[in-house]
């Protein structure tokens, strides 16, 4: 059974820092792409990051230049650094797996596998 488990979340002062880290297990990653998403309540849900199996990056317009990804495929995770937080940034963030089919990954119903996903507040 597949299982994408998020943690590092937590309450975090404006212009703090944050790093989650999402692990999974029951079967590898490592040829898929892998995002974070996050959603606020009474938004829709919200890209953030991704990265392929080659380090390729990207990144949502509203995060780009504050957050970083990275992955280790030999670990099955994949990590979100994130630097300069606003309180804008509050949300609910998960992690996901795309289906392998893509290359390059950022709408929700291209993912296949999520988290549960885990609280990150940024107080002003």
């Known amino acids: 059974q597949v299982h994408l488990v998020e943690s590092g979340g937590g309450l975090v002062q404006a212009g703090g820092s944050l790093r989650l880290s999402c692990a999974a297990s029951?079967?590898?990653?490592?040829?898929?792409?892998m995002g974070w998403f996050r959603q606020a309540p009474g938004k829709e849900r919200e890209f953030v990051a991704a990265?392929?199996?080659?380090?390729?990056?990207y990144y949502g317009d509203s995060v780009k230049g504050r957050f970083t990804i990275f992955r280790d495929n030999a670990k099955n995770t994949v990590d979100l650094q994130m630097n300069s937080l606003k309180s804008e940034d509050t949300a609910v963030y998960s992690c996901a797996a795309a289906s392998p089919i893509f290359v390059y990954a950022i709408r929700p119903q291209d993912y296949d596998f999520w988290g549960q996903g885990t609280q990150v507040t940024v107080s002003s």
């Open positions: 029951g079967r590898t990653f490592s040829r898929n792409v």
């Open positions: 990265i392929n199996w080659s380090g390729n990056a």
